[in-house]
């Protein structure tokens, strides 16, 4: 009889044969494996149809979406996502008891869609919280192309796993709000303000790529300064007598690395990772450090170019770096300054030097408080107020931005300041 077979019992007849009632029809456009596009959604025929007069049976859809009226009575509403192939339905997230209210979510679906409110992709997207952080943490790179280090990823994955996890691992990025941010921001860790400026800084982070790659319309991440915090514990400047009197206390083998700390302005890592071929009477050489992670010793560059560098000893120390090489250092330039065990291959663990750093404050006039890269921080601090540059500090820091170096430079105004006012209130004494 001419008829093309279709899904199921259905059958269409050919083109030649639909006759005159089939005119208003013919404009209706069919999609293989999705709902057809037009004013009519389905178009099915009884398998019974005579030739001259079928049976039609026909729902109607929007010109955006589809309305379905489901057995129970309710509406759903939903619509494909479009550039899609093959084609991505969004169904709303909840039916509704009227028609109207779902010709509204479609209305406003539209809308958002076309104000860029709402990206196709991100409608497409069925990335969770924590599958897209999972991926962000492989994949990211830093400015120099460089995978995240061993340590850097331990700690995001505990910031992710303890505090954001929990409430939003399962959620998809598209339903993430900057209301529900907000909320979860208004009660995660107030009573550890760095630790929670961290976890934010991180998840708004995960978020600006997840934005960048149209995955979502905006970053949620709103809340002003929350990214930022200010230290609990106040920095201390220690003076020269009292770095001494540090030194003095640490064991004879290790007490070098307060030294080297302080005015060589090295970070811990850099300090334990220090070879025998790295150091001599006139400079310091830093192309290593060691972070440890799960137990294990893991030794990589510093995190910039600018963290490569060359440090001049200070003359006063020369002496102090001689008797170490001579005494303590491993044998060979490959040798570690500071060993697990004499003539050692591995560097000395990080608890094991902190229980020694921390007995050693307490027999000094240190604040009990104390810790070694306020060391760090003291050294700049006074290069600072011995009238080091801005260029200077930075390059002696290793930091590949003046951001950080400002600090000290703004403590030595502070300083200067303190001076100036002594200074008056000398001259005002002795004018009485």
Known sequence: MGFEPTRGSDTVMNR???????????SMDTVHGAEPRGRLSTLRYDTTMTRERPTLMVSKRNGFGSITKLPSGRYRARHTV?????????????????????????????????DGA?????????????????????ERRNASGERLRPSTRRVYEHYLTNHVYPTFGRTLLSE?????????????????????????????GILASAHDEDLIAANPCRVRGAGSSRPATTQFVASPTQVAELARAMPDHLALSVLLGAWCQLRNGEVLELRRGDVDTASVRITRGVTWVDGQAVVGPPKTDAGVRVISVPPHIAPAVEEHLKSHAVPGSDGLLFPRSPQGTQ???????????????????????????WLRHTGLTLAAQSGATLAELQARAGHSTPSTVMLYQHATTVRDQALAAA?????????E
């Open 347 to 373: 560097q000395i663990h990080p608890s094991t030097y902190a229980y020694h750093f921390k007995q050693a404050v307490k027999r000094t006039s240190l604040p009990a408080e104390f810790r070694f890269h």
């Open 16 to 26: 030649d044969e639909r006759g005159p009632h089939f005119s208003a029809l013919t």
């Open 118 to 138: 709402v990206r196709p992709k991100a409608l497409a997207s069925k990335f969770t919280v924590r599958d897209y952080a999972e991926r962000w943490m492989q």
């Open 82 to 114: 479009p550039g899609t192939l093959p084609q991505v339905w969004v169904s709303a997230p909840s039916t509704f008891s009227r028609k109207a209210d779902a010709e509204i979510w479609l209305a406003r679906q539209r809308t958002a869609l076309e």
């Open 176 to 204: 993430l709000t900057a209301e529900s941010i907000a909320t979860w921001y208004r009660s995660l860790l107030p009573e550890r303000p760095t630790l929670r400026a961290r976890t934010y800084a991180l998840l708004r």
């Open 423 to 431: 200074l008056s209130e000398w001259a005002e004494r002795s004018a």
